[in-house]
């Protein structure tokens, strides 16, 4: 979920963690040498090598973010680009640091970091106002729901073999997992018909190979919002939310 939202929770912490100590700082450095906040800060300074103070906790800022050089120089350097500098360092790291997590061999995230290419947020996060669909569209990315794939993890007294997590929608004895139920259980033929129809009729999604499509719609071709709400049109996420919410 973090993923998907990614945008949002860095530029919080883009302005408020990071941001405005260095914003804060930059503008001390600035002030006039009569003023009292400047020689308050001053007195930080010059005892922030002897002590744990807020002076300090600035410079091990910059020294996390391997930029000694903008304290030493006193906020002289890059003046109008720190804050930018800070965001981009952590975005970087964050990024990093995800990529990592979600690339691990025993992630759930396995299906969701092969469309899964960029850290912002997502549109159709933004491109409806019915939660139900963000919530259905999300779960079934992040591989929240409800197929035998998942739902074999989790069962007692011991986690079902992936082999035997079976579809029960259908005769095909194939596992149910995000690639069976999105193109090929018969037992949501209907469904899927409608849908292809649809996007047939406006792209170019029937010249796909079986991979491509299934990374077309679970990542709405690269974020184009028109095909997102022809999707969620074609399945009437609202009133019929059968694709994919798959109670049982
Ligand atoms: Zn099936």
Not at 51 to 73: K, R
Not at 79 to 95: C, D, G, H, P, R
Not at 119 to 127: A, G
Not at 222 to 241: C, M, R, T, W, Y
Request: hydrophobic content about 35%; charged content about 25%.
């Amino acid at each position: 979920m973090l993923g998907e939202i990614i945008d949002a929770i860095l530029s919080v912490k883009g302005s408020t963690k990071q941001g405005f100590p260095a914003k804060y700082w930059l503008k001390l450095c600035d002030h006039n040498m009569k003023s009292l906040v400047k020689n308050a800060y001053l007195n930080l300074y010059s005892d922030a090598t002897k002590h744990q103070n807020w002076a300090s906790s600035v410079n091990n800022l910059w020294v996390t973010c391997y930029m000694s050089e903008i304290w030493i120089n006193q906020g002289s350097l890059y003046k109008n680009k720190i804050v930018k500098i800070l965001k981009n360092f952590f975005y970087n790291k964050y990024a990093q640091l995800w990529w990592e997590y979600i690339d691990r061999e025993e992630s759930k995230l396995r299906k969701y970091k092969t469309f899964k290419n960029n850290i912002s947020l997502e549109n159709y996060l933004l491109c409806t106002n019915d939660i139900n669909i963000r919530r259905e569209f999300t779960k079934l990315r992040i591989s929240a729901h409800q197929l035998h794939i998942e739902m074999g993890r989790y069962s007692r007294p011991r986690k079902t073999p992936l082999s035997d997590r079976i579809c029960g929608h259908c005769n095909s004895r194939e596992i149910e997992d995000e690639e069976h139920f999105i193109l090929f259980c018969h037992g949501y033929k209907d469904e899927r018909d409608a849908l292809f129809a649809n996007l047939n009729s406006f792209t170019t999604f029937e010249s796909l190979n079986t991979e491509q499509k299934f990374h077309f719609i679970m990542s709405y071709n690269e974020g184009d919002v028109e095909i997102l709400k022809h999707q969620f049109n074609s399945l009437e996420f609202g009133a019929k939310p059968v694709f994919f919410n798959n109670q049982r």
